[in-house]
């Protein structure tokens, strides 16, 4: 498998690889006093230190499971983290000068604990076993990963969480993670006392649960054919699924993880993958043969309101309970457009027997027939903030995603309900500008934008309030083809929604971004593909004479909270250290020079490492992340499936106008234009919106690249044919073509014309040169 957006990116022009291992210094002293993410609640600082080594001992009073699982926790984690193992020792077994222990007393609220550190001594107390372990957890915080021996400064921390709902959602349909992947979710969640593993196993593109009842789900609904360009050969199949063994082990490490599983299987929409395995399930009065789908989008299809369904539905649900002890059940509820509803005989007479009369009381129907289903069964349902109708049940929760205005709404009506806001919380955003990024929505939402969002809305009454069972961010996974860009995705974003859920409202992201550095070095002790977006580097090439002038930049958020983060970098090849040149004006390098560049805090190097050759075409060829989009409909950045003289960064574009501009060009001299294109399936579903997207206007029998100026819909300057999809899968460079020459300078617009939606076509780059 290919790592993912820590892979090699190389262009034509520059060759960009970011280095997988990177030296690292210490990370700031002050950082290191309570570096701990999610902040506590207190801290009150002590006197002296507590000196540990590998003679430090644990100790459990004698018959406290609880307190002894927390300890074993613990030195497990300091064993993989600093390669030592603490023994666990009953209480009184032998004086040590250097203990830790765990007790459980009365007294704490359900995840609150409180750790004194004192010189010989370091005690965390609380009366739940999750309370233990989250003792546990702030407590490996304060030890510096890779050490052999330190001291931890004396300090009393008293602590417990905001919210008792700290979540991710992990959508296993649209791609499939390995259980060890979802084991290993579920351990760094953990060490981020996030408590809440939603898990989105059910919808249009795969069915992932095991259901015994039901073979074909998993037979039929666990696979799909992906995608391909018109003409294109058909991609091998793609899919997988949990068994219901794997299931079990990983809800049972999950306890072990103080993790709560919520599965969703997600109603009535969302359901291709199961009518595609059980057509009779379908709202089609002619009952489809469908496939499992490899599109994106709002799919029409919706299960239909027989009995017949609903006893599937509830036989379905009787083995996830079995499978899931969770008290919370999820449903979905989410995107049911009605129109199969609405247009199926079968469904109407239905409908007139319930004596329903239009089409979202029907889903209301529909939600409350199965959250009875689940009351009886002693669970609770959530679902999707559409679930929230009038009648619906008092212990159902709403999950909020159009915005946080449904998780008020819902709190007002007096419904619990949980913050999952798009676009704030949905890491399927790219997380930086950088062209390092891996694919996603085009729409930025960077570590601090995660970290500024604020789940309190002082309209709500302190009653009201209570109803906010707190925040859970959604890793929808249409475009994290691997385990690895999931990684990228969630982390280190996952730790400022941690910090949401569990610290006090008081934030400062100057404070956080400090923390995040121990935070950090954890990640790399246990090999995660954690995005260092934060710290990146932005570069710009502009040429002058035979040179080419560089530009690099950290991003804002960076030099906002961490003034002194620095760019190194070399010019002869060697990985840039904390002794390299420090960048402080745009160089003049010759073509053929190798740039390699890091961020640094003062001697730990904080990004990875940067590197570009720069050639001929640097400066003057642009990628698709170097121009403007034409407008704002669906911003994307999609991977085509052959490799291309870009590299592998992936292709930004909006997917409703595939149209570029390149800024301020030189026209005077009539230059040449030269472009490289590739086709990407088009695989949406987007309804009516579909409409909107303007084909047909081709001139050549493929379609061509048009170039404009004075606006896109100004000024022909040339056309450029399209070769057939199927060629340009394998990215076409469209031959050179010379612009007649204009005064001056101007905006140039690329836009495609085609015959259809499919293929799409994306520019890969182009190069306006004389
Ligand atoms: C909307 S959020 C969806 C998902 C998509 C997601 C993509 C929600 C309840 N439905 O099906 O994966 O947007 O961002």
Not at 541 to 552: E, H, K, N, Y
Not at 743 to 751: E, I, M, Y
């Given at each position: 498998?290919?790592?993912?957006?820590?892979?090699?990116?190389?262009?034509?022009?520059?060759?960009?690889?970011?280095?997988?291992?990177?030296?690292?210094?210490?990370?700031?002293?002050?950082?290191?006093?309570?570096?701990?993410?999610?902040?506590?609640?207190?801290?009150?600082?002590?006197?002296?230190?507590?000196?540990?080594?590998?003679?430090?001992?644990?100790?459990?009073?004698?018959?406290?499971?609880?307190?002894?699982?927390?300890?074993?926790?613990?030195?497990?984690?300091?064993?993989?983290?600093?390669?030592?193992?603490?023994?666990?020792?009953?209480?009184?077994?032998?004086?040590?000068?250097?203990?830790?222990?765990?007790?459980?007393?009365?007294?704490?609220?359900?995840?609150?604990?409180?750790?004194?550190?004192?010189?010989?001594?370091?005690?965390?107390?609380?009366?739940?076993?999750?309370?233990?372990?989250?003792?546990?957890?702030?407590?490996?915080?304060?030890?510096?990963?890779?050490?052999?021996?330190?001291?931890?400064?004396?300090?009393?921390?008293?602590?417990?969480?905001?919210?008792?709902?700290?979540?991710?959602?992990?959508?296993?349909?649209?791609?499939?993670?390995?259980?060890?992947?979802?084991?290993?979710?579920?351990?760094?969640?953990?060490?981020?006392?996030?408590?809440?593993?939603?898990?989105?196993?059910?919808?249009?593109?795969?069915?992932?649960?095991?259901?015994?009842?039901?073979?074909?789900?998993?037979?039929?609904?666990?696979?799909?054919?992906?995608?391909?360009?018109?003409?294109?050969?058909?991609?091998?199949?793609?899919?997988?699924?949990?068994?219901?063994?794997?299931?079990?082990?990983?809800?049972?490490?999950?306890?072990?993880?103080?993790?709560?599983?919520?599965?969703?299987?997600?109603?009535?929409?969302?359901?291709?993958?199961?009518?595609?395995?059980?057509?009779?399930?379908?709202?089609?009065?002619?009952?489809?043969?469908?496939?499992?789908?490899?599109?994106?989008?709002?799919?029409?299809?919706?299960?239909?309101?027989?009995?017949?369904?609903?006893?599937?539905?509830?036989?379905?649900?009787?083995?996830?309970?079995?499978?899931?002890?969770?008290?919370?059940?999820?449903?979905?509820g989410d995107e049911a457009v009605k129109d199969e509803w609405n247009a199926s005989a079968a469904v109407q007479a239905r409908a007139r027997e319930l004596d329903i009369h239009d089409a979202a009381a029907l889903q209301t129907y529909?939600?409350?027939?199965?959250?009875?289903?689940?009351?009886?069964?002693?669970?609770?349902?959530?679902?999707?903030?559409?679930?929230?109708?009038?009648?619906?049940?008092?212990?159902?929760?709403?999950?909020?995603?159009?915005?946080?205005?449904?998780?008020?709404?819902?709190?007002?009506?007096?419904?619990?309900?949980?913050?999952?806001?798009?676009?704030?919380?949905?890491?399927?955003?790219?997380?930086?500008?950088?062209?390092?990024?891996?694919?996603?929505?085009?729409?930025?939402?960077?570590?601090?934008?995660?970290?500024?969002?604020?789940?309190?809305?002082?309209?709500?009454?302190?009653?009201?309030?209570?109803?906010?069972?707190?925040?859970?961010?959604?890793?929808?996974?249409?475009?994290?083809?691997?385990?690895?860009?999931?990684?990228?995705?969630?982390?280190?974003?996952?730790?400022?929604?941690?910090?949401?859920?569990?610290?006090?409202?008081?934030?400062?992201?100057?404070?956080?971004?400090?923390?995040?550095?121990?935070?950090?070095?954890?990640?790399?002790?246990?090999?995660?593909?954690?995005?260092?977006?934060?710290?990146?580097?932005?570069?710009?090439?502009?040429?002058?004479?035979?040179?080419?002038?560089?530009?690099?930049?950290?991003?804002?958020?960076?030099?906002?909270?961490?003034?002194?983060?620095?760019?190194?970098?070399?010019?002869?090849?060697?990985?840039?250290?904390?002794?390299?040149?420090?960048?402080?004006?745009?160089?003049?390098?010759?073509?053929?020079?190798?740039?390699?560049?890091?961020?640094?805090?003062?001697?730990?190097?904080?990004?990875?490492?940067?590197?570009?050759?720069?050639?001929?075409?640097?400066?003057?060829?642009?990628?698709?992340?170097?121009?403007?989009?034409?407008?704002?409909?669906?911003?994307?950045?999609?991977?085509?499936?052959?490799?291309?003289?870009?590299?592998?960064?992936?292709?930004?574009?909006?997917?409703?106008?595939?149209?570029?501009?390149?800024?301020?060009?030189?026209?005077?001299?009539?230059?040449?234009?030269?472009?490289?294109?590739?086709?990407?399936?088009?695989?949406?579903?987007?309804?009516?919106?579909?409409?909107?997207?303007?084909?047909?206007?081709?001139?050549?029998?493929?379609?061509?690249?048009?170039?404009?100026?004075?606006?896109?819909?100004?000024?022909?300057?040339?056309?450029?044919?399209?070769?057939?999809?199927?060629?340009?899968?394998?990215?076409?460079?469209?031959?050179?073509?010379?612009?007649?020459?204009?005064?001056?300078?101007?905006?140039?617009?690329?836009?495609?014309?085609?015959?259809?939606?499919?293929?799409?076509?994306?520019?890969?780059?182009?190069?306006?040169?004389?």
């Amino acid at each position: 498998m290919r790592r993912g957006a820590g892979a090699a990116v190389v262009t034509a022009a520059l060759s960009l690889s970011l280095a997988l291992a990177f030296v690292f210094g210490a990370a700031p002293a002050s950082a290191q006093q309570t570096a701990v993410i999610p902040l506590p609640a207190k801290i009150v600082p002590g006197n002296g230190a507590f000196a540990w080594s590998a003679a430090t001992v644990i100790q459990v009073p004698r018959g406290q499971r609880d307190a002894k699982a927390a300890a074993g926790y613990l030195s497990d984690l300091w064993k993989r983290s600093n390669g030592i193992t603490l023994p666990v020792l009953s209480y009184y077994a032998r004086p040590a000068a250097s203990a830790i222990r765990f007790e459980q007393h009365p007294g704490y609220g359900p995840e609150a604990y409180r750790l004194d550190v004192a010189p010989h001594r370091m005690t965390v107390s609380a009366s739940s076993a999750a309370g233990l372990f989250y003792g546990a957890v702030t407590l490996w915080q304060l030890l510096p990963v890779g050490r052999k021996s330190g001291a931890i400064p004396a300090q009393t921390i008293i602590d417990q969480p905001r919210y008792s709902w700290r979540g991710l959602m992990l959508d296993s349909s649209r791609h499939f993670q390995s259980p060890a992947f979802v084991r290993r979710m579920i351990d760094w969640m953990a060490w981020h006392k996030l408590n809440i593993l939603h898990w989105h196993l059910t919808d249009d593109q795969g069915w992932r649960l095991e259901i015994h009842k039901y073979p074909r789900l998993t037979s039929v609904g666990a696979w799909r054919i992906p995608a391909a360009v018109p003409g294109a050969a058909a991609p091998a199949r793609y899919g997988g699924f949990y068994t219901q063994d794997e299931v079990r082990d990983i809800v049972r490490f999950a306890a072990s993880r103080h993790v709560q599983i919520v599965p969703e299987i997600d109603m009535p929409g969302h359901a291709q993958a199961a009518i595609a395995a059980y057509p009779e399930l379908s709202s089609l009065d002619a009952k489809p043969n469908l496939p499992v789908s490899n599109k994106w989008g709002v799919h029409s299809h919706l299960f239909n309101l027989e009995p017949s369904t609903f006893e599937f539905i509830e036989n379905v649900l009787g083995e996830v309970l079995q499978l899931f002890p969770s008290h919370f059940i999820h449903i979905g509820g989410d995107e049911a457009v009605k129109d199969e509803w609405n247009a199926s005989a079968a469904v109407q007479a239905r409908a007139r027997e319930l004596d329903i009369h239009d089409a979202a009381a029907l889903q209301t129907y529909f939600t409350q027939k199965i959250a009875q289903y689940l009351t009886a069964h002693g669970r609770r349902t959530v679902g999707w903030d559409e679930i929230m109708q009038p009648g619906l049940a008092a212990d159902a929760v709403v999950m909020s995603w159009h915005g946080a205005a449904g998780a008020h709404a819902a709190a007002i009506r007096g419904n619990d309900s949980v913050l999952a806001p798009d676009p704030a919380l949905y890491f399927d955003h790219r997380q930086s500008s950088l062209p390092a990024e891996p694919p996603g929505r085009l729409d930025v939402l960077s570590l601090e934008d995660v970290y500024g969002f604020e789940p309190h809305d002082p309209r709500l009454t302190d009653a009201q309030r209570r109803h906010i069972l707190g925040v859970q961010a959604n890793l929808w996974t249409e475009h994290m083809q691997t385990e690895q860009r999931v990684e990228w995705m969630a982390l280190p974003r996952a730790a400022a929604v941690a910090e949401i859920g569990w610290s006090a409202q008081t934030r400062s992201w100057p404070d956080f971004l400090e923390r995040l550095s121990s935070m950090s070095d954890r990640y790399r002790i246990f090999d995660l593909n954690y995005a260092d977006s934060v710290y990146g580097i932005q570069q710009r090439f502009t040429r002058a004479a035979d040179a080419i002038v560089v530009t690099m930049s950290n991003l804002p958020e960076l030099r906002d909270a961490a003034p002194d983060a620095a760019i190194r970098y070399t010019l002869d090849g060697r990985e840039p250290t904390a002794a390299s040149a420090l960048y402080a004006q745009p160089l003049e390098v010759a073509v053929g020079s190798e740039i390699r560049a890091a961020t640094f805090i003062g001697r730990a190097q904080v990004s990875r490492t940067w590197n570009a050759r720069l050639d001929a075409h640097t400066g003057v060829r642009r990628t698709s992340h170097e121009l403007d989009l034409c407008g704002d409909g669906v911003g994307l950045l999609l991977e085509p499936r052959a490799a291309r003289t870009s590299g592998d960064a992936p292709l930004a574009v909006d997917i409703m106008n595939p149209c570029w501009i390149y800024r301020d060009v030189d026209l005077g001299q009539g230059p040449q234009i030269a472009a490289a294109v590739s086709a990407l399936p088009f695989n949406y579903e987007l309804g009516q919106d579909a409409a909107k997207i303007r084909v047909g206007d081709n001139k050549t029998p493929a379609g061509e690249l048009e170039v404009r100026v004075d606006g896109c819909d100004g000024r022909m300057l040339g056309a450029l044919p399209l070769p057939p999809a199927v060629r340009a899968e394998i990215q076409a460079k469209l031959p050179a073509y010379r612009l007649p020459a204009i005064a001056g300078r101007h905006d140039v617009c690329l836009r495609f014309a085609r015959p259809s939606l499919d293929p799409l076509w994306a520019l890969d780059w182009v190069e306006i040169g004389t």
